[in-house]
């Protein structure tokens, strides 16, 4: 069975107001994570305009992250989804993938 993201799992919230936090929230679940992962993949970063462009995809309404492999490497692939949580993963779609992970790029202030 698909999981689906749209409608929105909270139905009281009709737009996107339920997946935004305060910053220091989100950056205290990542210290959390981090902490027990010291030596593991962190994060990945992705060029704005290429968000923009998996986003200005006819139909699209979202992005869902997949946690993937690339030549022996942890990496991310973003699929943009339709109004009914469906990957838009056709032979005309475009994904996003090869950001750049941390370790190695990583901000040097966090954590």
């Given amino acids: 069975m698909r999981n689906k993201i749209f409608p929105l799992k909270h139905p009281e919230s009709s737009d996107h107001t339920s997946h935004v936090y ?4 989100g950056m205290q679940m990542i210290r ?6 010291r030596k593991g993949w962190r994060s990945m970063a992705f060029h704005g305009k290429a968000i923009l462009q998996l986003l200005s995809q006819p139909g699209a309404a979202g992005i869902r992250c997949y946690h993937a492999m690339h030549e022996g490497e942890p990496t991310l692939v973003l699929v943009a989804v339709d ?29």
């Fill in 22 to 25: 305060p910053a220091l929230d």
């Fill in 32 to 37: 959390a994570h981090v902490q027990g992962n």
């Fill in 83 to 111: 109004t009914s949580g469906a990957d838009m993963a056709g032979a005309t779609h475009i994904t996003l993938q090869n950001g750049e992970s941390c370790p190695p790029f990583c901000q040097p202030s966090f954590p």
